[in-house]
């Protein structure tokens, strides 16, 4: 499911990024090495490079741009939403008579001073055990999906404090007798006692008992599971008439475990960013094309107030654009704080148009002392791989850097392969780690912005402070001129 995908891709943290031909909002730019500055905002250091030319090839010139803010839109799949679409019951699906209920319900409330064993046996239909106890009353009338509650008269089974000492072998249950009763009861078992770590303790609920189980209490008063040896306690809780079933819609919000912000509630301002961020065609090679990123300087307050949630990714809303439900997240960059310097050049001595990324450790400034230098990792490669987004087609921009990345298989012309692998380097000193990226013939003139990012870590030498997993997101212009 794409929601595992996300957790594994934000554990990772690094990934290399497409390129575009259009610049991003309000991006800083710099033709040189990123030194010291404000977080966010780092100055630049003027580069000596002028740009290259070989016989009737092109005229390169490079540079290093960076950006205050950047933002990531994930377009969600129904598989993703809290309540999974298999989980809700299609009318046709129901027992006729419960049908007429439920459309009693909704229409003008339902209520009884005796409920039919029908009636309990199709509540029943939507309670799952086994693995803990599930209640999921969803089902879909004239194509609205909406919930019911019933209150109704309910046997409920759990297990009490360890009675150990107490407890008679033979009417005792263990782990190693489960397989043998007859499902109901092994469904009974498995839902109050804990024989996994993905299954704890939890209460078993039912309104009409299945055969074997009133048997099953009788034999057995005591279960032996991961916790210790406890009680089993059986009631019957009858609310008493009138028994009653409610019925309301459930709403987006419901279905995604989420706010919903409609899109028509949002600032403009906002809304113009939000468009820009789903519509981008930069996306990370780690990620499904689901993802885009967008870069940018700014971002208006009422983004912060109204999509990133107080409790962070638990709370965060989603945004409905275009009947698409998207999850929408900005992260401040901070490379003007990290001890990292990079510079972008043009090659020399190669025979193909290429530019060459160099990284090194930087002191100045406000950087910290380095302890045994920077420890970097990115996806694939060290500082990144590279592409851009040209008139004739996303290029990959080769680099014999790429002989440690790991693709994903797919055909083999393609440049949308996922890649698999982290790459890592260290560099400390007076070092620096140059990487050499070619230019393809095929691509035209023009300014493009190639997207890279990487991560870096570091202790600092006076505090013995360590600093994990920083990123470094970062944009090599490449101006070509034919």
Same mark, same amino acid.
């Given at each position: 499911?794409?929601?595992?995908?996300?957790?594994?891709?934000?554990?990772?943290?690094?990934?290399?990024?497409?390129?575009?031909?259009?610049?991003?909002?309000?991006?800083?730019?710099?033709?040189?090495?990123?030194?010291?500055?404000?977080?966010?905002?780092?100055?630049?250091?003027?580069?000596?490079?002028?740009?290259?030319?070989?016989?009737?090839?092109?005229?390169?010139?490079?540079?290093?741009?960076?950006?205050?803010?950047?933002?990531?839109?994930?377009?969600?799949?129904?598989?993703?939403?809290?309540?999974?679409?298999?989980?809700?019951?299609?009318?046709?699906?129901?027992?006729?008579?419960?049908?007429?209920?439920?459309?009693?319900?909704?229409?003008?409330?339902?209520?009884?001073?005796?409920?039919?064993?029908?009636?309990?046996?199709?509540?029943?239909?939507?309670?799952?055990?086994?693995?803990?106890?599930?209640?999921?009353?969803?089902?879909?009338?004239?194509?609205?999906?909406?919930?019911?509650?019933?209150?109704?008269?309910?046997?409920?089974?759990?297990?009490?404090?360890?009675?150990?000492?107490?407890?008679?072998?033979?009417?005792?249950?263990?782990?190693?007798?489960?397989? !043998?009763?007859? =499902? %109901? @009861? *092994?469904? #009974?078992?498995?839902?109050?006692?804990?024989?996994?770590?993905? /299954? $704890?303790?939890?209460?078993?609920?039912?309104?009409?008992?299945?055969?074997?189980?009133?048997?099953?209490?009788?034999?057995?008063?005591?279960?032996?599971?991961?916790?210790?040896?406890?009680?089993?306690?059986?009631?019957?809780?009858?609310?008493?008439?009138?028994?009653?079933?409610?019925?309301?819609?459930?709403?987006?919000?419901?279905?995604?475990?989420?706010?919903?912000?409609?899109?028509? !509630?949002?600032? =403009? %301002? @906002? *809304?113009? #960013?939000?468009?820009?961020?789903?519509?981008?065609?930069?996306? /990370? $090679?780690?990620?499904?094309?689901?993802?885009?990123?967008?870069?940018?300087?700014?971002?208006?307050?009422?983004?912060?107030?109204?999509?990133?949630?107080?409790?962070?990714?638990?709370?965060?809303?989603?945004?409905?654009?275009?009947?698409?439900?998207?999850?929408?997240?900005?992260?401040?960059?901070?490379?003007?704080?990290?001890?990292?310097?990079?510079?972008?050049?043009?090659?020399?001595?190669?025979?193909?148009?290429?530019?060459?990324?160099?990284?090194?450790?930087?002191?100045?400034?406000?950087?910290?002392?380095?302890?045994?230098?920077?420890?970097?990792?990115?996806?694939?490669?060290?500082?990144?791989?590279?592409?851009?987004?040209?008139?004739?087609?996303?290029?990959?921009?080769?680099?014999?850097?790429?002989?440690?990345?790991?693709?994903?298989?797919?055909?083999?012309?393609?440049?949308?392969?996922?890649?698999?692998?982290?790459?890592?380097?260290?560099?400390?000193?007076?070092?620096?780690?140059?990487?050499?990226?070619?230019?393809?013939?095929?691509?035209?003139?023009?300014?493009?912005?190639?997207?890279?990012?990487?991560?870096?870590?570091?202790?600092?030498?006076?505090?013995?402070?360590?600093?994990?997993?920083?990123?470094?997101?970062?944009?090599?212009?490449?101006?070509?001129?034919?």
């Amino acid at each position: 499911m794409h929601r595992r995908r996300l957790l594994s891709v934000f554990a990772l943290g690094s990934a290399g990024f497409a390129g575009c031909a259009a610049p991003t909002d309000s991006s800083t730019t710099t033709s040189g090495s990123i030194t010291n500055g404000s977080p966010g905002k780092p100055t630049a250091e003027k580069s000596d490079t002028t740009g290259t030319e070989r016989g009737d090839g092109p005229i390169v010139d490079v540079g290093i741009e960076t950006s205050r803010y950047f933002l990531y839109a994930d377009e969600l799949i129904p598989d993703e939403r809290v309540i999974d679409p298999d989980d809700i019951v299609t009318a046709t699906e129901l027992d006729p008579s419960f049908r007429d209920v439920l459309e009693t319900a909704r229409e003008d409330g339902y209520e009884v001073d005796e409920v039919s064993e029908s009636v309990l046996e199709s509540v029943d239909r939507f309670r799952d055990h086994g693995i803990g106890y599930r209640f999921q009353p969803y089902v879909e009338l004239a194509g609205t999906p909406i919930s019911f509650d019933p209150t109704v008269p309910t046997v409920r089974a759990r297990l009490a404090s360890s009675d150990a000492d107490e407890a008679d072998p033979g009417r005792t249950v263990r782990q190693g007798d489960i397989d !043998s009763f007859a =499902d %109901p @009861v *092994r469904e #009974l078992v498995r839902t109050m006692g804990a024989f996994s770590a993905q /299954a $704890p303790r939890d209460e078993y609920r039912i309104s009409v008992l299945p055969a074997g189980i009133e048997e099953f209490l009788d034999e057995y008063d005591y279960i032996e599971d991961s916790v210790g040896i406890s009680r089993i306690e059986a009631e019957r809780i009858d609310p008493g008439p009138p028994y009653t079933i409610s019925v309301r819609e459930l709403t987006e919000e419901d279905l995604w475990g989420h706010p919903v912000v409609a899109w028509e !509630s949002i600032p =403009d %301002p @906002v *809304r113009r #960013l939000l468009t820009r961020t789903i519509e981008s065609d930069r996306r /990370a $090679p780690a990620l499904p094309p689901e993802w885009s990123e967008y870069r940018t300087d700014e971002v208006p307050e009422a983004f912060w107030e109204r999509l990133q949630g107080e409790k962070g990714v638990s709370d965060r809303p989603y945004v409905k654009f275009e009947g698409r439900m998207y999850s929408v997240r900005a992260q401040e960059t901070r490379q003007g704080k990290l001890p990292v310097e990079l510079t972008a050049s043009t090659a020399a001595d190669v025979d193909d148009p290429a530019i060459v990324v160099r990284l090194s450790p930087s002191t100045a400034g406000d950087h910290p002392p380095l302890d045994d230098g920077l420890e970097l990792e990115a996806r694939g490669a060290v500082p990144s791989v590279l592409w851009l987004q040209s008139p004739t087609g996303r290029r990959l921009l080769p680099s014999d850097a790429y002989e440690s990345v790991s693709w994903e298989p797919a055909e083999a012309d393609s440049v949308d392969r996922r890649i698999r692998n982290i790459d890592r380097a260290s560099v400390s000193g007076d070092d620096a780690l140059s990487t050499t990226y070619r230019i393809p013939d095929a691509v035209p003139a023009g300014t493009y912005r190639s997207w890279g990012r990487f991560t870096v870590s570091w202790t600092n030498a006076d505090t013995g402070q360590g600093y994990p997993q920083m990123e470094f997101p970062f944009a090599v212009r490449i101006d070509v001129r034919r």
